[in-house]
Nanobody, 120 residues
């Protein structure tokens, strides 16, 4: 069974930077896609960034040019670097992994969520 363990986040002033990490633990045959989502109070969960195994990325229009999704192969960690943070970036952020376990169909795993608060 795959587990995603998140770290990072916290309180930051507008214009500041934060990094989120998502350690991928478990037995994976292959990865289909890696994503970061966020959910603000009263809002639906929304896709923030996508990274494919080929290295292709996609971003929500609201974070383009400010956020970067990467994967560290050495540590098997998915990262989200956030800069130029705005009040509206305040949310709980979740990492998400679509993967194939050895000899099995497509599975999905979620991190536990981490709070990012942008406030002066």
């Amino acid at each position: 069974q795959v587990q995603l363990v998140q770290s990072g986040g916290g309180l930051v002033q507008p214009g500041g930077s934060l990094s989120l990490s998502c350690a991928i633990k478990g037995n994976i045959f292959s990865i289909n896609a890696m994503r970061w989502y966020r959910q603000a109070p009263g809002n639906r969960r929304e896709l923030v960034a996508l990274l494919t195994p080929a290295g292709d990325t996609e971003y929500h229009d609201a974070v383009k040019g400010r956020f970067a999704i990467t994967k560290d192969g050495a540590t098997n960690t998915l990262n989200l670097q956030m800069s130029g943070l705005k009040y509206e970036d305040t949310a709980v952020y979740y990492c998400n992994l679509e993967y194939f376990p050895p000899g099995d169909d497509l599975h999905e795993a979620w991190g536990q969520g981490t709070q990012v608060t942008v406030s002066s």
